[in-house]
């Protein structure tokens, strides 16, 4: 089964801190995301990554970076954190020409 | 862009009643059709897919969809539903002009009454 592992559950972070939420995929998968979550809005995509090195912007990308220096890990960065970017997020890694997605447990982060 | 559009927010149903929750997706071309389902407190799990074939597609649990195209459509459905089954529900389109994306409608907030 392919397992992919946010490194925290909840966060709480202050307003312009730099946060770095983790996400590790055992799966050998090229491509990995990180959407977030918010209520009436389904999942938004931030960025995506098809291979080490390589990222895309998503819908969404203002106030966020990403991180991709190894296959398996993929690191989602807020530059300085804000009230608005408080969410849940969520990592998932596919496989190349595969839409088919595995999503890790998600990290809610609240931003005060 | 891809835009998936789900047309119930909140649906309350009670054990035994029959499901239907719609999906639209804004336009064709090679696309992936998937229903993830959120139970509370877990992670998103995938329910069914579609990427060919039969248009009817079984997934875990009873739960089917049907992809018509000419609608641009992949209505999830379940003829009895059961109190186990309350979760969010999201629709998802996977398109291959879009670097594999996965596109998601708002979702649906289903609960069922025991």
């Known amino acids: 089964d392919v397992k992919v592992t946010q490194s925290s559950r909840y966060l709480v972070k202050r307003t312009g801190e730099k946060v770095f939420l983790e996400c590790v995929q055992d799966m050998d998968h090229e491509n990995m995301f990180w959407y977030r979550q918010d209520p009436g809005l389904g999942l938004r995509l931030i960025y995506f990554?098809?291979?080490?090195?390589?990222?895309e912007k998503g819908d969404i990308p203002e106030g966020y970076s990403v991180s991709r220096e190894k296959k398996e890990r993929f690191s989602l960065i807020l530059e300085s954190a804000s009230t608005n970017q408080t969410s849940m997020y969520l990592c998932?890694?596919?496989?190349?020409?595969?839409?088919?997605?595995?999503f890790g447990q998600g990290t809610r982060l609240t931003v005060v | 862009a891809q835009s998936v559009s789900q047309h119930n927010h909140h649906v309350i149903l009670s054990e035994a009643a029959s499901l239907e929750l719609g999906c639209n997706y804004s336009y064709g071309g090679t696309v992936n059709l998937f229903w993830y389902v959120q139970y509370p407190g877990q992670h998103l799990q995938l329910l069914l897919k579609?990427?060919?074939?039969?248009?009817l597609v079984k997934g875990i649990k009873g739960f089917e969809a049907e992809f018509i195209k000419s609608k641009f459509s992949f209505n999830l459905r379940k003829p009895s539903v059961q109190w186990s089954d309350t979760a969010e529900y999201f629709c998802a389109v996977g398109d291959y002009n879009a670097g594999n994306m996965l596109t998601f409608g708002g979702g649906t907030r289903l609960m069922v009454k025991p």
């Open positions: 990554s098809y291979d080490v090195k390589m990222k």
């Open positions: 579609y990427f060919s074939g039969d248009p």
């Open positions: 998932a890694s596919s496989l190349p020409g595969n839409t088919e997605a595995f």
